[in-house]
C-alpha cells in the first residue's frame, strides 16, 4: 500500500484524478481482500472436506441406471423400497468417482504442500463418499414411505442428505477425524453452501437432460 502511496506522490503521472481515484480504489479493494481472506479459506476449507460427499450424486445422476438397489421389491406398505432412482450402476460409480477425487486431493495437498487446507486420509474419504449414497439411500426409504413418487421434491431431505450420511458414517468410524476437521465455522459453511451447489447441480443436470427434474 506505502509503494502505491509514494508512487502517487513522486510521479507527476499520478496527478491526474484518474490515477487518484485508481489508486485509492485499488487500496479499499486490497484493504477488502485482505478482511475476506480467512471467510475464503473457511469455504475453500468446506469445499475441500466435502468433495468428495458432493461429487457422487452427480456422477451416480451421470452414470446411474440398470437394476435397482430395492431390485424392483415392494415395502410393507406396498410401495417400492426405494424407487428405480436407486441403482447399484449409480451407487458403485458415484462411490468410486468420490474416493477417486479425494486421492487426487490427498496426493496433491502432500505434493503441493497445500497446508491451509484440511488433511483428507483414505479413511475420510471413503467414509464420505460411501455415506453420502448411503445417506440419499435412507432418504429415498423415507420418501417412499410418505408416498413421494421418485423424482418428487422433498426440498430439506434431498439437499442434506448427503451431509447426514456422510457425518453419520465419519461420527461411528473416525470421530477423531471429523471433530479435528470440521469445525463449528466449517460446518456452519457446508451448512450454507450444500444447499446451493445440490440446487446449482440439479439445474445444470436438467438443463444438459442428465436429471428428469431441475431439483
Ligand atoms: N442414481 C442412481 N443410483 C443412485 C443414486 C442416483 O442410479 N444410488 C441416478 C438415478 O438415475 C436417479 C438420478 O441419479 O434418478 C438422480 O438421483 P436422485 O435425485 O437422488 O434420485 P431421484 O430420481 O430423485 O429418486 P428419489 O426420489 O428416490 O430421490
Ligand atoms: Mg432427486
Known amino acids: 500500500m506505502s509503494t502505491r502511496c509514494s508512487l502517487r506522490e513522486e510521479s507527476p503521472h499520478f496527478k491526474s484524478n484518474f490515477n487518484v481515484g485508481a489508486c485509492s480504489l485499488l487500496e479499499v479493494l486490497e484493504c477488502s481482500v485482505i478482511s ?3 471467510l475464503f479459506i473457511l469455504v475453500l476449507s ?3 472436506v466435502m468433495l468428495p460427499a458432493y461429487l457422487p450424486n452427480p456422477v451416480a445422476a451421470l452414470c446411474g441406471g440398470g437394476l435397482s438397489v ?4 415392494n415395502y410393507s406398505d406396498g410401495k417400492r423400497l426405494l424407487g428405480d432412482g436407486k441403482t447399484y450402476r449409480g451407487l458403485a460409480a458415484g ?4 474416493i477417486l477425487i479425494g486421492i487426487v486431493q490427498i496426493w496433491s495437498a ?8 484440511p488433511q483428507q486420509t483414505l479413511l475420510s474419504i471413503t467414509l464420505l463418499a460411501v455415506g453420502a449414497l448411503l445417506g440419499d439411500l435412507v432418504k429415498s426409504f423415507f420418501k417412499r414411505r410418505f408416498g413421494k413418487e421418485r423424482g418428487a421434491k422433498w426440498p430439506v431431505a434431498d439437499m442434506y442428505d448427503l451431509v447426514a450420511g456422510a457425518f ?13 476437521t470440521v469445525t463449528l465455522p466449517v460446518l456452519i459453511i457446508i451448512l450454507i ?18 436429471k428428469e427434474v431441475p431439483w
Request: charge should be neutral; hydrophobic fraction near 60%; aromatic fraction near 16%.
Open 95 to 98: 462411490i468410486l468417482a468420490g
Open 168 to 180: 453419520v458414517l465419519l461420527l461411528i468410524f473416525d470421530p477423531g477425524w471429523l471433530f479435528a
Open 110 to 117: 502432500g505434493r503441493f504442500g497445500w497446508d491451509f487446507l
Open 36 to 38: 475476506i481472506d480467512p
Open 193 to 210: 453452501l450444500t444447499p446451493v451447489l445440490h440446487r446449482a447441480m440439479n439445474i445444470l443436470g436438467y438443463l444438459t437432460k442428465v
Open 46 to 48: 468446506a469445499l475441500w
Open 70 to 73: 430395492d431390485l424392483g421389491r
